[in-house]
Antibody
Framework: EVQLLESGGGLVQPGGSLRVSCTTS????????MSWVRQAPGKGLEWVSG????????YYADSVKGRFTISRDNSRNILYLQMDSLRAEDTAVYYC?????????????WGQGTLVTVSS | EIVLTQSPGTLSLSPGERATLSCRAS???????LAWYQQKPGQAPRLLMY???SRATGIPDRFSGSGSGTDFTLTISRLEPEDFAVYYC???????????FGPGTKVDIK
C-alpha cells in the first residue's frame, strides 16, 4: 500500500524558515518524480514544486521561486521542502504527491498534509 | 500561463441525480495531461480521472470524463451520498513543467 506521510509543519514568523518532510512507503520511491501541492485555508489547490527521480531537475511555481527548495533522499525514501523567507500568504496545508510523469502527468497518491502557519 | 475555469461554482443536487461539471482552459490543453480530483472536507485530494477520460484505480464507473481542446467535462451518472465533495480539474504544461488547478466545483446535497 502506497503511503505518504508529511511532517514538520507548524507556526513560523514572517521571514522565517521551515522544512517539511514526506516519508514514503509502498512504492519504489527512487523511480518516481514527486511534487508538493498546497492549499490555503478555505481555498483551492496550488502546485508548489516538483522534482525528478534523481533530484537533478527541480521545478517551482513563480510564487515560491527563489524562496523554496525541493529535494529528495532516495536512500531514505523521503521528500523535503525547505521554505525560506516565509510570508503570510504561504500559510497552507502542504501535501506531498507522487507524480506520475511521462505522457500523462497527474498525482496518483497524496499524503494527508501538514499545516504551515506564517504569523507573528 | 494556462488558466482553468470551472463551472458551476456550486452544484446542488439530490442523490441519484446526474452531475455534469465543466472545466474550461484559457488555451488548448493536451487532453492527455488533464486530470480530475475529488476532495472531501479534512481529506487529501483523490485522483479520479487522468488523460481526460481514464478512470484511476478503484474509481467506480459512474464517473466519466470527456473533452478536448479547451473544454472538458466530468460526469457523475448517478450521485451516491459519498460523492458530495469538491472537484478540481488540473492540467500540465511542460518546458518547464507547470501544473495548474481549476478553482473547484462543490457538489452539495440539495
Amino acid at each position: 500500500e502506497v503511503q505518504l506521510l508529511e511532517s514538520g509543519g507548524g507556526l513560523v514568523q514572517p521571514g522565517g524558515s521551515l522544512r517539511v518532510s514526506c516519508t514514503t512507503s509502498g512504492f519504489t520511491f527512487r523511480m518516481y518524480a514527486m511534487s508538493w501541492v498546497r492549499q490555503a485555508p478555505g481555498k483551492g489547490l496550488e502546485w508548489v514544486s516538483g522534482i525528478s527521480v534523481s533530484g537533478t531537475n527541480t521545478y517551482y511555481a513563480d510564487s515560491v521561486k527563489g524562496r523554496f527548495t525541493i529535494s529528495r533522499d532516495n536512500s531514505r525514501n523521503i521528500l523535503y521542502l525547505q521554505m525560506d523567507s516565509l510570508r503570510a500568504e504561504d500559510t497552507a496545508v502542504y501535501y506531498c504527491a507522487k507524480w506520475e510523469d511521462g505522457s500523462k502527468n497527474y498525482f496518483d497518491y497524496w499524503g494527508q498534509g501538514t499545516l504551515v502557519t506564517v504569523s507573528s | 500561463e494556462i488558466v482553468l475555469t470551472q463551472s458551476p461554482g456550486t452544484l446542488s443536487l439530490s442523490p441519484g441525480e446526474r452531475a455534469t461539471l465543466s472545466c474550461r482552459a484559457s488555451q488548448s490543453v493536451n487532453s492527455s495531461s488533464l486530470a480530475w480530483y475529488q476532495q472531501k472536507p479534512g481529506q487529501a485530494p483523490r485522483l479520479l480521472m487522468y488523460g481526460a477520460s481514464s478512470r484511476a484505480t478503484g474509481i467506480p464507473d459512474r464517473f466519466s470524463g470527456s473533452g478536448s481542446g479547451t473544454d472538458f467535462t466530468l460526469t457523475i451518472s448517478r450521485l451516491e451520498p459519498e460523492d458530495f465533495a469538491v472537484y478540481y480539474c488540473q492540467q500540465y504544461s511542460g518546458s518547464p513543467p507547470i501544473f495548474t488547478f481549476g478553482p473547484g466545483t462543490k457538489v452539495d446535497i440539495k
